[in-house]
């Protein structure tokens, strides 16, 4: 049988504990604080690549017009895509090493990483979640006992890495034509640009109403849930959300490892700010898009 040797965590995305906040009771701690900072700047970076790459796609409808001379032209709309571009690929480049790192860290081989219990790969538990959460939908059965991670959170896991694939590679094609038309024809740039293009439009969209409705608009959690960025959430919200999660830790003894201070008041209001900010750009694109689609579409 393996075994795996995870001294500080008991999954990835679960550090040593930190000390810092001043909360009288004390909060479970989800994201270790790298995990919380390439979100952050992912974020940011998507923002960023959404708001310019939406500008250049529909430029003949005023709302792009508007925004190109609040980036100070479609030209310098530009600069600030591949700018952005560049982040996205750091964030994927760090978080593939720091996959790297917790697997010599934690775990004796790749298999028991891969298909462990705490594994992002899709497993017949998720399969088994899904229908009982349709069943959970129309009253015929509970809710599923989630653990560690939900097929959703799993199904946008490894959307990013399609996204980077996909739009990263015909957006770098577009970016070196020169370099690329080497080695493939010219006419692939046109495919590339058809692609790049409604990826792009697919992600924006798929960003700014599932993901979002999953993160910030289920009940349980309307209407913002602030989990992702500070680290923390409650015992409470952990047995309800995931309860195999929490059951599994106390059986192993391990829950106390993972309890941490809140963060002060101070931290949460700024957090919060940052998080409705995006919250309303994402939603405000979405509809930008409708209304191009349906009224100004070229």
Not at 147 to 167: L, P, Q
Request: overall charge positive; glycine content about 8%; aromatic content about 18%.
């Amino acid at each position: 049988m393996e075994t795996t040797k995870k001294p500080d965590s008991t999954s990835p995305g679960i550090s040593a504990p930190e000390t810092q906040g001043a909360g009288s009771e004390k909060q479970f701690l989800r994201f270790k604080r790298l995990n919380r900072i390439l979100h952050i700047v992912m974020i940011v970076s998507f923002m960023s690549l959404a708001l310019t790459g939406m500008t250049l796609k529909f430029a003949y409808t005023g709302w792009a017009a508007f925004l190109s001379r609040l980036f100070g032209g479609f030209e310098s709309a530009g600069y600030i895509h591949r700018l952005a571009a560049v982040a996205m690929i750091g964030i994927f480049v760090t978080h593939i090493v720091d996959v790297v790192r917790m697997k010599k860290q934690y775990y004796t081989s790749w298999r028991s990483f891969i298909f462990g219990p705490d594994s992002m790969l899709f497993n017949g538990k998720d399969l088994r979640d899904l229908i009982g959460n349709f069943k959970w939908f129309v009253g015929r059965g509970p809710r599923p006992a989630y653990g560690r991670w939900t097929y959703w959170e799993k199904f946008d896991y490894f959307a990013v890495f399609w996204g980077i694939a996909v739009i990263g590679s015909t957006g770098l094609t577009l970016w070196f034509p020169e370099f690329f038309t080497r080695f493939i024809p010219g006419s692939f740039l046109n495919v590339a640009t058809i692609i790049h293009s409604d990826e792009a439009l697919l992600a924006v969209g798929f960003i700014f109403t599932v993901h979002f409705f999953n993160t910030h608009l289920r009940p349980e959690k309307f209407p913002m849930d602030i989990v992702v960025f500070t680290g923390r959430m409650t015992l409470d919200e952990l047995k309800e959300d995931k309860p195999a999660e929490y059951e599994a830790l106390v059986n192993a003894g391990k829950l106390d490892e993972y309890l941490v201070e809140q963060y002060p008041p101070v931290v949460i209001k700024v957090t919060r700010a940052f998080a409705w900010t995006a919250l309303c750009i994402g939603f405000s694109i979405v509809i930008w898009i409708i209304y191009a689609m349906l009224f100004a579409y070229q």
